[in-house]
């Protein structure tokens, strides 16, 4: 019966409307910024003439993630001066230009309790700090006196990198800050004084004047800021902007000195690293989460952007986003653990496979997942030591994005104490020429020591091989006869010679495809020398065949073939075509029917594996 258009489709929530469903931070940031559009309390700065021009109804947020999306709701691409929030950066790019022991030795770094653009030093006679003016115009100092006449370029582009845009300048605030930075001039010349800024203060002041003045959005400040939260690495285009440790060092700073004299209060209530300008610009880094960047010209009493507080306040209220109540189980990072016993990765003659049953222990193999941190590469040493960790221990990594340089570090330790206590370190899913492996190699005592491979099939196959190799249980591989072949087990001599006569030899060539995925299955193959890989169409592996197994043998059941098979080496098989089959079938229906018999026992066998696999991947 049709459903009458007035009335709700049985299975729609009441209250249901047509509009589609939003991811929940969207939701909340269109939400925040609802609440606090109309709250017009605070005043736009007038101290700089050409501020005092800005809107006060703008209000624009974004949120850029470190996988490279930016959500954006309201003004969240209008464009205004960056103001105090170009201090963060110009403080990561003296570090990163000149050396932390060359800007500390000019810039302190302790909250100042002081005004912005207070002009006193520390008992050093240095800046407080390099979120003041006084510290800002050094660290312009420093660059300029690497740099000069590049300075601010170099500070642009830096600036237009972390942004993932080129940024301009607005020229009206740029002058009418150079018109009216009394205050700022004397404090560049009080630096000169003190040996801070070298020579050509107007030069230095100029610097600052203008990176004050670059203009941005929203959205620049919330994907600057996850560039911060992402180790320095833009995450919409991948650029290295900043090293890990400037940045550390970025927000540290940040979160004692960001928020003028409301930093304590703000670490406090909203714990986020976070820097404003009194253009009204805020940014919010929470490490490896979110970058953020609101603006609003109204501020408050201590200069930070009214609306912009608020709603970072609510945010990190509303979502539990304080940078020190963080949750995590390092438990996760380990998605299987087993030792080669439980499954059988390849087909290996029947003596090889005792073996290794037999010495199963002597291959331990740990699937991982996640980034690796710290606290979880201490987890899976203490998991893999607490039992005997054999000839070899395989790491899987292919699941692993990101190792931190703690983690590295510990792993190359873990590496050499398993390889003088005996234990071979195998790692899977990872290139020698990779990022992951150059960095676990700047710690590793004997590179050499450790195997790598890109598949993990590969590196559980080489290790078997060492294995069976060690125990003497290599063997040349003799042909394999009809009569010994799995598929047939059972039959009688008179059934074998019978079957014998309708099969063809075939030989093929290392590299030749035997079968190929979808064409029509018309024959069954027994391998008598050599071996062969069953691959997907995309190449994947599925088995690896050793004399004395069928293959193509679901043809005895119907359909088209499922996947491609090669040869690996000279291969020679014996061929039986399904219509000659029918023949034997119908002259000995006894003997077709323990084939078929011996088929699903071994079809059987292969979904056994199949579930220990998957067992072993949801077990731990
Ligand atoms: N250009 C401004 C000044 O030095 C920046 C102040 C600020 O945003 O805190 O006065």
């Known amino acids: 019966m049709a459903c009458p258009m007035n009335q709700a489709l049985p299975n729609a929530p009441s209250g249901a409307t047509d509009q589609p469903a939003k991811p929940p931070l969207l939701a909340f940031l269109e939400q925040a910024h609802a609440r606090y559009r109309d709250d017009f309390s605070g005043a736009v700065?007038?101290?700089?003439?050409?501020?005092?021009?800005?809107?006060?109804?703008?209000?624009?947020?974004?949120?850029?993630?470190i996988d490279g999306h930016v959500y954006e709701v309201g003004d969240s691409a209008y464009p205004f001066t960056i103001q105090s929030v170009s201090k963060a950066f110009v403080f990561g790019l003296a570090l990163e230009l000149l050396g932390a022991d060359h800007v500390e030795s000019f810039v302190g770094v302790e909250p100042s309790g002081e005004a912005f653009n207070s002009i006193r030093l520390n008992a050093n006679n240095q800046p407080f700090n390099p979120m003041v003016n006084a510290g800002a115009i050094a660290c312009s100092g420093l660059i300029y006196a690497a740099r000069r006449d590049e300075a601010f370029e170099l500070i642009r582009s830096i600036l237009g990198r972390c942004a993932g845009r080129d940024l301009d300048?607005?020229?009206?605030?740029?002058?009418?800050?150079?018109?009216?930075?009394?205050?700022?001039?004397?404090i560049g010349w009080m630096l000169r004084n003190y040996g801070i800024v070298k020579d050509n203060v107007d030069a230095v002041l100029d610097v600052y004047f203008r990176q004050c003045a670059i203009l941005v959005s929203a959205r620049d400040?919330?994907?600057?800021?996850?560039?911060?939260?992402?180790?320095?690495?833009?995450?919409?285009?991948?650029?290295?902007?900043?090293?890990?440790?400037?940045?550390?060092?970025?927000?540290?700073?940040?979160?004692?000195?960001?928020?003028?004299?409301?930093?304590?209060?703000?670490?406090?209530?909203?714990?986020?690293?976070?820097?404003?300008?009194v253009g009204g610009g805020i940014i919010a880094a929470?490490?490896?989460q979110i970058g953020l960047g609101t603006y609003s010209p109204l501020l408050d009493e201590h200069g930070n952007s009214a609306r912009g507080l608020r709603l970072c306040e609510a945010l990190s209220a509303h979502f539990d986003l304080h940078v020190l109540n963080r949750a995590n189980d390092v438990r996760t990072c380990i998605v299987a653990d087993y030792d080669v016993g439980r499954l059988q990765r390849r087909g290996?003659?029947?003596?090889?496979?005792?073996?290794?049953?037999?010495?199963?222990s002597t291959i331990r193999i740990m699937e991982l997942t996640g980034t690796l941190a710290f606290s979880n590469v201490d987890y899976i040493a203490r998991r893999l030591l607490a039992h005997d960790t054999g000839l070899f221990t395989v790491l899987d990594l292919r699941r692993v994005p990101l190792i931190t340089t703690a983690a590295a570090k510990m792993l190359a330790d873990l590496f050499d104490s398993l390889s003088s206590s005996g234990t071979r370190p195998v790692l899977a899913g990872i290139e020698r020429d990779s990022r992951h492996f150059r960095q676990l190699q700047a710690f590793?005592?004997?590179?050499g020591a450790i195997r790598t491979f890109s598949l993990l099939d590969e590196a559980i196959e080489w290790a078997e091989d060492q294995v069976i190799f060690r125990y003497g249980g290599f063997s040349q591989i003799t042909d394999v006869p009809l009569a010994e072949q799995e598929l047939l087990k059972g039959l009688a001599p008179e059934d074998i010679a019978d079957l014998e006569v309708l099969c063809e030899t075939r030989s093929y060539h290392p590299g030749e495809r035997i079968i190929a995925c979808g064409d029509e299955a018309?024959?069954?193959?027994?391998?008598?020398?050599?071996?062969?890989?069953?691959?997907?169409?995309?190449g994947v592996r599925l088995a690896t065949l050793v004399p004395g197994t069928a293959f193509g043998e679901l043809a005895l059941i119907g359909g088209p073939r499922s996947a491609d098979v090669f040869a690996d080496n000279a291969v020679l098989c014996r061929r039986v075509p399904l219509d000659t089959f029918d023949d034997f079938r119908m002259r000995r229906p006894f003997a077709a029917e323990i084939i078929v018999r011996n088929l699903a026992q071994l079809l059987a066998h292969r979904l056994l594996q199949a579930n220990t696999k998957i067992d072993l991947l949801s077990a731990n």
């Open 522 to 538: 018309d024959s069954v193959f027994f391998l008598q020398r050599g071996m062969v890989s069953v691959k997907l169409a995309e």
């Open 348 to 360: 290996r003659q029947p003596h090889e496979q005792k073996l290794l049953e037999e010495q199963a």
């Open 169 to 186: 300048v607005d020229e009206s605030v740029y002058q009418s800050e150079t018109a009216t930075g009394d205050r700022n001039r004397a």
């Open 221 to 277: 400040l919330a994907v600057m800021a996850a560039t911060l939260a992402n180790g320095g690495v833009n995450p919409l285009t991948g650029d290295p902007v900043l090293s890990p440790l400037a940045v550390a060092r970025v927000l540290s700073v940040m979160t004692s000195s960001g928020m003028y004299d409301y930093a304590g209060e703000w670490v406090y209530r909203v714990g986020m690293p976070a820097k404003s300008g």
């Open 286 to 288: 929470l490490p490896s």
């Open 444 to 447: 590793l005592t004997d590179s």
């Open 45 to 65: 700065a007038n101290y700089i003439p050409e501020l005092n021009k800005a809107d006060p109804a703008r209000f624009g947020v974004a949120i850029a993630t």
